[in-house]
């Protein structure tokens, strides 16, 4: 079983913002697959299957930078270790529609991410980390991330929103090492 944690913001308010992108993911596959989210103590979660292996599909209620209490309470109560979880996110270092999936490593600049590997004391932990474009030269961080995207941006967003579907579908039934390969680029 994995559990896929999907990472942003509770409320209206960040619903649309680059830092929302991994609950879009989730609510997609959610979507596709016929998935329920029910919001818990600590997340909105919902089990499922989906390319044949059983799933939970899984949004932290706390803010991103407190996520990793979320992901330590899910792999607990579920009893899975940290490769049993793929954590969906937003890469501000990487190009607009541009996936990249690993299977461990440093959790960059992500503040989110970041609180997973400290929370669960290891970088060994697969995810995908979906491309919302750099910042603008000049721009706060933090306010580029909790900003929506930009009107000519729709079409990719959402492109590349189904493509992390695909590459999560992908690495669900063929493995991490294929959807690497496939998706990465």
């Given amino acids: 079983m994995y559990c896929l944690l999907g990472l942003g913001n509770p409320g209206k308010e960040y619903a649309a913002t680059r830092h929302n992108t991994g609950f879009r993911v989730t609510n ?4 596709r697959h016929g998935v329920r989210l029910r ?5 909105r979660t919902g089990e499922g299957w989906i390319a044949g292996q059983p799933v939970i599909l ?3 209620l706390t803010y991103m ?7 330590v ?33 440093s959790p960059g600049t992500h503040n989110g991410m970041r609180n997973i590997v400290q929370r669960l004391g290891t970088e060994d932990l697969p995810r995908l980390r979906v491309g919302i474009g750099p ?13 929506p995207f930009r009107k000519g941006e729709g079409k990719t967003v959402e492109e ?5 579907a695909e590459a999560v579908e992908c690495f669900l039934q063929e493995g991490l090492e294929v959807a690497m390969n496939r998706y990465n680029g």
């Fill in 160 to 164: 590349v929103l189904v493509r992390a």
């Fill in 73 to 105: 309470r899910l792999l607990k109560r579920h009893d899975l270790t940290p490769q049993g979880l793929l954590v969906i996110y937003d890469d501000l270092d990487l190009d607009l529609g541009r996936l990249r999936l690993r299977g461990e490593g």
């Fill in 135 to 147: 910042k603008p030269p000049g721009a706060d961080a933090a306010k580029w991330v909790l900003s």
């Fill in 58 to 60: 899984a949004q932290p």
């Fill in 39 to 43: 919001s818990r103590l600590y997340a």
């Fill in 65 to 71: 930078n407190e996520a990793g209490g979320a992901a």
């Fill in 28 to 31: 997609l596959l959610a979507a």
